[in-house]
């Protein structure tokens, strides 16, 4: 059994910045994905950016070019942890949030809320 919890959405204004946090508990492989996708109203979810775990040289990135340059994603290997820093945040960028692990199957947190205000 896998669990995702997701922590600090909330609501900021445009250029502003927030940052979230996903802890995976359970059954954890050493070898896995972890990232963000977003879901925004009327749309279909989305990559925002997820990140290998990766071996001695570290994990690779992959980000949607909608975020490019404003959002560094990171994670602790050791705690199960992945996070999402997103800087100059724009209105767009409103969505509920997704952590997601990738291992044996795709695992998904419950989801937090991201508000930017013009």
């Known amino acids: 059994q896998v669990r995702l919890v997701e922590s600090g959405g909330g609501l900021v204004q445009a250029g502003g910045s927030l940052r979230l946090s996903c802890a995976a508990s359970?059954?954890?492989?050493?070898?896995?994905?972890m990232g963000w996708y977003r879901q925004a109203p009327g749309k279909q979810r989305a990559l925002v950016a997820e990140m290998s775990s990766g071996g001695s040289s570290g994990g690779s990135t992959n980000y949607a070019d909608s975020v490019k340059g404003r959002f560094t994603i990171s994670r602790d290997n050791a705690k199960n942890t992945v996070d999402l820093q997103m800087n100059s945040l724009q209105p767009e960028d409103t969505a509920v949030y997704y952590c997601?692990?990738?291992?044996?199957?795709?695992?998904w947190g419950q989801g937090t809320q991201v508000t930017v205000s013009s």
């Open positions: 997601r692990l990738r291992q044996n199957a795709n695992y």
């Open positions: 359970g059954s954890i492989f050493s070898i896995n994905t």
